[in-house]
Antibody, heavy 111, light 113 residues
Framework: QVQLKESGPGLVQPSQTLSLTCTVS????????VSWIRQPPGKGLEWMGV???????DYNSAIKSRLSISRDTSKSQVFLKMNSLQTEDTAMYFC?????WGQGVMVTVSS | DVLMTQTPVSLPVSLGGQVSISCRSS???????????LHWYLQKPGQSPQLLIY???NRFSGVPDRFSGSGSGTDFTLKISRVEPEDLGVYYC??????????FGSGTKLEIK
């Protein structure tokens, strides 16, 4: 049974760095890519980036300069780090490997 | 990047009725491998999106046959017949032909009339 579960802080201060973890079970990260997708409250879905099965990454050009995705295959975890957070980064953050999605973690950027 | 234009934004429906949602892409979604990677998701309130239809017209496991997808090239449609209360939520189209990036439609909210 494939499961993805996001974890991380619910509150981040403006200008700080967001760090999230996606813990994956039921599939191998060396055979599957994992994407991060976010959704501001009441709004649509925005793809942020992907880590491929070979460990390579691709990012949304709009946030590429602030975003880093990495992984630890031994722990079956994928990490997201995004710096210089602003209030507009307040969103639900999901990790996903189609058709499987995590339940998401809500991140609020506020002082 | 491929722009996905989804209409309507809001779709009032009576239970038992039938509706259609349109999704148009700014360029053809036919992949070089011959497949078309256009998918449909439903996001119910407070939940993560769930896959309904993959590659234009294939129902995902457990999806009732009330849901059907069609289209080709740049023009796609999701039809829902005999709408039930559990169908309410926001529907998104998604293209993965030109991945990266993945691009989503802006969503269609299905609500009771």
């Amino acid at each position: 049974q494939v499961q993805l579960k996001e974890s991380g802080p619910g509150l981040v201060q403006p200008s700080q760095t967001l760090s999230l973890t996606c813990t994956v079970s039921g599939l191998s990260l060396t055979s599957n890519s994992v994407s991060w997708i976010r959704q501001p409250p009441g709004k649509g879905l925005e793809w942020m980036g992907v880590i491929w099965s070979n460990g390579g990454t691709d990012y949304n050009s709009a946030i590429k300069s602030r975003l880093s995705i990495s992984r630890d295959t031994s722990k079956s975890q994928v990490f997201l780090k995004m710096n210089s957070l602003q209030t507009e980064d307040t969103a639900m953050y999901f990790c996903a490997r189609t058709p499987y999605w995590g339940q998401g973690v809500m991140v609020t950027v506020s002082s | 990047d491929v722009l996905m234009t989804q209409t309507p934004v809001s779709l009032p429906v009576s239970l038992g009725g039938q509706v259609s949602i349109s999704c148009r892409s700014s360029q053809s979604l036919v992949h070089s491998d011959g497949n078309t990677y256009l998918h449909w998701y439903l996001q119910k309130p407070g939940q993560s999106p769930q896959l309904l239809i993959y590659r234009v017209s294939n129902r995902f496991s457990g999806v009732p046959d009330r849901f059907s997808g069609s289209g080709s090239g740049t023009d796609f449609t999701l039809k829902i017949s005999r709408v039930e209360p559990e169908d309410l939520g926001v529907y998104y189209c998604l293209q993965s032909t030109h991945f990266p990036p993945l691009t989503f439609g802006s969503g269609t909210k299905l609500e009771i009339k």
